[in-house]
């Protein structure tokens, strides 16, 4: 079991940035593959960016790619998503996921494949 705990969401202006953590506890001698999804009011969860186990592969969704950056530091058991020029359009609850395994490319997008989640940090972009 892992527990994971977000932080550094809040409330930023169109075209500025904020770094999300996500704090890894519990069984955390092991590494895990590890993701980023949001959700909107009204909307389902959606994918943002993930990384493996390694950290040699990364993935993100169309919407965010040259803005965001995912990274892991393992030997603090954390997951940084760095958020650059962001819009009104990125405003949503931010979750943090985990899994022992992801066996395909694309489970990294699903978020079906992670079996851990954190409870969210809420990220609000004003216009």
């Known amino acids: 079991q892992v527990q994971l705990v977000e932080s550094g969401g809040g409330l930023v202006q169109t075209g500025g940035s904020l770094r999300l953590s996500c704090a890894a506890s519990?069984?955390?001698?092991?590494?895990?593959?590890m993701g980023w999804f949001r959700q909107a009011p009204g909307k389902d969860r959606d994918f943002v960016a993930a990384?493996?186990?390694?950290?040699?592969?990364?993935y993100y969704a169309d919407s965010v790619k040259g803005r965001f950056t995912i990274s892991r530091d393992d030997a603090k058991n954390t997951v940084y998503l760095q958020m650059n020029s962001l819009k009104p359009e990125d405003t949503a609850v931010y979750y943090c996921?985990?899994?022992?395994?992801?066996?395909?490319?694309?489970?990294?997008?699903?978020?079906?494949?992670?079996?851990?989640w954190g409870q969210g940090t809420q990220v609000t972009v004003s216009s």
């Open positions: 519990g069984r955390t001698n092991r590494l895990y593959e």
């Open positions: 990384i493996s186990r390694s950290g040699g592969s990364t």
């Open positions: 996921a985990a899994d022992q395994r992801i066996y395909y490319s694309g489970g990294y997008f699903r978020p079906e494949e992670y079996n851990y």
